[in-house]
């Protein structure tokens, strides 16, 4: 079984382009906003779904009708709920088909900042906010105000920081190559020992088993210390 690590970041933060270079150095990268979408089109349970939610108006022609469910999406905080309901369970699944597929890899990757749960390893991307600020409003043409909202609603930087175990810093000073490729190595070192331990311990429910493999976790995840 393949060690999934969630590559995670504010918006600007430089997401993909750490999922890039996981991709050049041989590691796959399930990006969840790109088969998000993909599933939202296609997957019949979704469309079923948001028809049944919002009728058929939500697809016109066999497509989606972004501008339809944007406008429903933003119309009150409890309908973006409503709709992760519905699409985030298929995508949680159509990930775990995939990792099934990556049987020649030892690490994958997944690129999303809210499916944490679904990964054994979390590494933030850090940007300091005025650069990640500027690079969204490049990229996205879009406005100071409209970014600021955006970063606002997501979860702070301090609460990702808690929840990862790797930080990744991508502020155009720091090199990120060298740091991917320490990522890389820390968790190749870890993966033969932990997994030979864990194997001999996967089936044993007894409370002190239970222990020791939430002690390998642990290790595995303080394995940049």
Known sequence: ?????????????????????????????????????????????????????????????????????????????????????????????????????????????????????????????????ELRVQRAIKRDCSSRELIMKRIRSQMSDEEKRKQAEFVIVNDGKVPLIPQVLELISLLSEKIASLQKQLSSLQGDNSEENKAKLQKLKEDLKSAQD
């Open 1 to 129: 079984m393949a060690i999934k690590i969630g590559i995670t970041g504010g918006i600007g933060s430089g997401k993909s382009v750490v999922s890039r270079l996981l991709e050049v150095m041989g590691i796959p990268v399930y990006i969840a906003d790109i088969e998000s979408k993909r599933l939202t089109n296609t997957d019949p349970f979704i469309r079923q779904e948001l028809c049944a939610l919002l009728g058929e108006k939500v697809f016109e022609g066999g497509e989606l009708n972004k501008a339809f469910l944007a406008s429903y999406l933003f119309g009150h905080p409890d309908h973006a709920r409503r709709i992760n309901e519905i699409i985030h369970p298929q995508v949680k699944d159509d990930f775990r088909r995939w990792v099934e597929g990556q049987s020649f890899s030892s690490i994958v990757g997944m690129e999303s900042a809210i499916f944490a749960a679904e990964v054994d390893v979390v590494v933030m991307v850090y940007a300091p906010l």
